[in-house]
């Protein structure tokens, strides 16, 4: 690891698929609600000309021209229409009725999603694909901040997911510049461990001297530039240069990338730069994050009173581009059963008034503390399982459109045992948005 030679110094203020088809997906997507589902953004784009498609989330839709074909691989011309709609809730997961579950090895896992979309394409009511050799690149507002997720295609015959990649979260820059006229400090970047093959540096500094660079004792710095003349690791005098001054700042409309300028009697150099931090400081770097979030979600919970558009938009955006149309999702494998901390018992679900042999009757157990949404089919009952020290629900759809919940309070009668039955409590609600199912997710 190299180090800069600063034996004076200023510094700014810093931290403070199997192809997929174009059509409704009906062996795939069940939704459980006959009269509700989640709504679709509808966007008109030129076939030969393509396009670009925002949401108020901050979603970018990037269409390039003469994306589209017909079923014979046929490029298309004229007036397409976009259908787009997007998952990021538990209601939206059990509105959508798509299935969260991925087979790996013969072994199946629960998704964890940090955001899922629908996207598809239709001409005179002719659903179409993309053209031979096309991408849509989807730029998916994303409420979950971490990088562990990956994005995965859903075939809909089979009902089975594809891995396709993955990509680090980006800045969802719209929203940075908005914050910036209004004067809103950015949200705090959650801090990541530098990879022990990384080319990292850090400041050799006299902290005696200087004792107000201490904010930066243990930051390494990784270059995020350019390949090119700015590249620390092909400018090597840098790090025999004794430099005098140093102002770093962070990038405009970026949560996590900063500029480091650098000057000294004869010589300057500036580069863009992201801190990292050292296995043995990451718990340190955490709890500090975890402080400034606190402080931060207050002053955004205060702020959206007046300014709603501050929760309705997404800090970060996760991007791919799709070779085939249909249904993708960013996720990440739930580590529930790798964790070892199951409960596994036989369950029965009771609800007064409705035959359990329905098949309408849709249940499903809701992970508040990981955010997961599993489907609990007749079938699987046997082997109930969950994880009892997260935040648990189970909520029904029942055949009339109404639904019925086993509150999170009442996991605590369980206690251990190999066989429970789940009564559940009818919710005379009338459930006639996504709205109405969060609320009663909420209070459950």
Known sequence: MNKLLLPSLFAAALFGFAACNSSEHASAIRPPFEKLNVAANYFDVDAGSGGTFSLENGTRIIVPANAFANA????????????????????????????????SAGVQHQFVSAGMFELL????????????????????????????????????????????????????????????????????????????????????????????????EKVLWKYKGEAGANDPLKNEWIFTEKWRQISIARKAASRKIYTIDLKSR??????????????????????????????????????????????????ILRSYKMASLGVCNWDRISNMIMAGKLNTLKADFVIAGVDKEEERL?????????????????????????????V?????????????????????????????????????????????????????
């Open 72 to 103: 014979s691989g046929e490029k298309i011309s004229g007036k397409v229409k976009l259908r787009y709609r997007e998952f990021h809730t538990p209601a939206d997961v059990i509105a959508g009725g798509i299935p969260m579950s991925y087979d």
């Open 121 to 216: 394409a239709s001409s005179d009511g002719e659903n179409l694909q993309l053209a031979e050799g096309k991408t849509v690149e989807v730029q998916m507002a994303s409420f979950r901040e971490d990088a562990t997720y990956n994005f995965y295609q859903l075939d809909t015959n089979s009902s089975t997911w594809s891995y396709r990649g993955t990509a680090e979260p980006i800045d969802n820059e719209v929203k940075l510049q908005r914050m910036a006229k209004a004067g809103i400090p950015v949200r705090p970047a959650r801090p990541r461990q530098a990879g022990k093959t990384e080319d990292v540096f850090k400041f050799e500094v006299d902290y005696t001297a200087f004792p107000e660079l201490k904010l930066f």
């Open 266 to 315: 004869k010589r300057s150099f500036s580069m863009e730069v992201e801190p990292t931090f050292d296995a043995a400081d990451m718990a340190t770097a955490m709890a500090d994050f975890e402080k400034n979030m606190l402080a931060y979600d207050k002053m955004i919970s205060d702020r959206a009173a007046t300014d709603g558009w501050l929760a309705s938009q997404a800090d």
């Open 362 to 390: 849709s249940i499903y157990l809701v992970d508040e503390t990981e955010g997961s949404v599993r489907a609990l089919p007749r079938e699987g009952w046997e082997k109930f399982y969950y994880d009892p020290t997260h």
């Open 392 to 444: 648990n629900k189970i909520i029904a759809v029942l055949p009339d459109g109404k639904t019925a919940t086993f509150a999170s309070k009442n996991f605590s009668q369980i206690d251990k045992q190999e066989a429970f039955t789940f009564r559940l409590d009818k919710v005379e609600t009338e459930i006639n948005s996504i709205a109405a199912l969060n609320d009663v997710l909420k209070r459950s």
